[in-house]
């Protein structure tokens, strides 16, 4: 069958099931059921005999423990980054174990979890799931269709989506904790791993079977401040070390002195500004690459200017974005992992800069999350189509390189979103008559910058009419197609096997595309 | 039947249900499975038109957009005290509106809740279940029977732990909200009505069907810092005032002046002492009497002198609790309630101040609430029998004077539980030789000191072991009852109908005792 997009998906596709085919970025925002849980209750002391510890000895023991066995879902999460040592000891340990089967439910898989191809390779993972993923060595075993079926690939708020409505049921969910205590209360800002917030693991807490912490930093009875609380943690196991610090966090993430990104940048807080979202109470979003914190950089200047108070930044925090909350351009911080250690050490300490949990952030199906909220968002793009459909998932050559993270959430919600890139990547064109997998839909996506010029979604007729008089090199979409093919090329079409190695839901928990392996 | 204590209840009480009858403080401590729940999605805005907002005109329309109706559960929650408003409000609309069959699952009733007996006369309100109730109308009404079905008196643990089981089910949660903004996002230590942490209603926001915020302090959005995230909120309705400040919270809470209720402190705290439980990493609980926070007053001066350092204080928070960790006594605070403006100020600013949720609190189906990591608590009680079973929810002539609170909650929990108390209250003897209601089991209570001589419960040979050379006036419970009975004489039996006005649950939603209809 043909989603409404025109993507070709079948209605069942194995070892992933049932397909609900994307009906439209709205179309599903219905009442939805949030699924049952059955924990384990901890007993107190009985006044004369102590009661349940949950500090054991090794992650070994954790997995004996929790009744680890063939077939079971594990989950991750990915705020240690680059540097996680978590996924990697306790995959080895269920590997040694001779566990096999396993579904790994990552909400972020990076370059540093190349051990877990072996593990691939020899059946013992034969499930992924993730919200986000980095090029690296799993994302081209499962490009490759090493994995026995195939990735899942959601978004930051789909994920806690399908936690709740049961869609994902994590058997052991393992949080890598920067700072526990004996009875499992954590954060995730202290401590010599400290990573920041741990949000997108919060909804893993309530809605796992049983949960594991695994922390190298045993603090005194309460942990404090406690992001995840000890009513929800099964276990506590330490380990010399969760993670390497020059992988956590980047000691500072900076604007961009690239020429092209700056005029991207400049190109982009204009729109925003002659749009009228420069205004009192406006909330904003970007990335935390160099050219998306050049838009951040160049906002705030007009926020500046025109004395205007936000509400709030959002996202993924920099230290960029604690400044504007130290110079009181926004009010608050709603925050979902931290990028350097400025971000670390203010949400560790600053009230205005809270911790929201994915499903706060981002899921469609509830009493409306934080991007509903969002005016103004920042995005990236591997290909984006005439269409406005963009792709963060694969690369042109078909191999994967990343999936939604916040992107079709923040598009769907904000006022405003805009996709920021170079009109040429590597030799080629980022326009594409049909993107190669679709991660977020056109009708969410608003606009598109580039440094050759600059496209309004005609959906958008409030936009097109406010800069009807403007400067900007506002063109038809399908012309600045023309100018990127001219320089680039057309590019060869891939070819592609029958082979799904990939599916890409929508936040919603529908199918909006397959990714197919290349030839 | 007969329940382990010897208390007569039927296997089935009309308005009530199956009885699930008591077996033991520890012994339904099991896997537990929460309920599901159903809420409705919040549409964003579909980039051309806003999306679903939250805001309403009045309470009216609250009740008319969650289409209440008769033989409904509505939720309120205690934390504006003798001062709230809301529930009286939102009761006169359903009344005024002709809906009936009403169950009111408040988390506690006070005095000012008085035009509330109006509408049990009615029929307006069928049901009442309460974790407090202080001596009042209300009160009185359900021990006159008034109410259609027996009221449900539960503990703060039990509550959360009935909620999320399914047993109480919620259809609408009206929430007063100090500080809110638009979209839902509410914390209770901001604005003219700030009444502290809202700590008991984070269960009824997380399980209703609906959940609606009255709130007399509207704020830019978004309300910061947050207790109860926008995620979770349905509708937001502004009133002139929610609560009377006069009622809301106390300006000061003191150590008491009396020289018995010092003499009693003394004892308590020579007693804690003896038994080891002043050490470093000590945890205490008080509640807000004088005689308790002498007792508090106590423990901090052998704190002190021992350089002692504890981890945390729990529970209903007083200023002197918050001073107790700004002097460094403390690590931390757990806090369900703030009686006081320094305690409202410290919860709404200090990050070593937390807000726990009433299953954090309490609920013994979960993996383990706070009251299991307590080492030291204070109780009061209206009654205490010769086998350590406490009543505060019935006085000695029947009449229904309170529930259990964080008793019963705490008293299974912490390491070392004394009530404290003059052995004669109003003329009568405290100890009995069977308690009027029993609200917290004998097994669970360790000590009883009064100002005539201390007993220990004979379980805790333990105890008894570390005080045998003690120079405390320690002696048997029954000695210490012919005592009281030499000075108050024999109370006269108080006579009961067959009539069930109340039935009293145990933390684990077992039924421990039920209270019938005095003659």
Redesign the interface.
Known sequence: MKNILGREIPEYIEGYGQVRPYKG??AS????????????????????EP??A?LLASIEEAVEKTGLKDGMTVSFHHHLRNGDYVTNMVMKVIADKGIKDIHVAATGIFACHEPLVEYIKSGVITGISVNYISPGPVAKAITKGLLSKPAVFRSHGGRPRAVEAGDLHVDVAFIAAPCCDH??NINGTHGKSACGVLSYIYPDAQYADQ?VAVTDNLV???A???EI??????YVVTVDSIGDPNGIVSGTTKVTSDPIGLKIAAAAAELIDETGYIKE?MSCQTGAGGTSLAVAAEIKKRMQAKGVVG??GAGGITAYFVEMLNEGLF??L?DVQDFDLVSVASAG?N??H?A??G??YG???????????LDIMILGATEIDTDFNVNVVTGSDGTIMGASGGHNDTA??S?ISIVVTNLLKGRLCVLRDKVTTVTSPG??I?ALVTDRGIAINP????LLEKLKNSKLPIMDINTLKEIGDKLAGKPDPIEFTDRIVGVVEYRDGTVIDVVRQPK
Chains 1, 2 share one sequence.
């Open positions: 970025a709205y925002i219905d009442p939805r059921t949030r699924t049952t849980i059955t924990r384990r209750s901890i007993k107190p002391g009985n006044k004369l009661g349940d949950k009875y499992g949960v005194p009875y309460p404090c401040p406690i609380t000890q009513d929800f943690v099964d109470g509400s709030f009010r608050a709603f300490s009230p205005k809270m929201m949990s499903s706060l899921n469609p199906h509830n009493c409306g999350p934080v991007v509903n909220n769907a919600g006022k009708e969410t608003d959906r958008r007729t409030d």
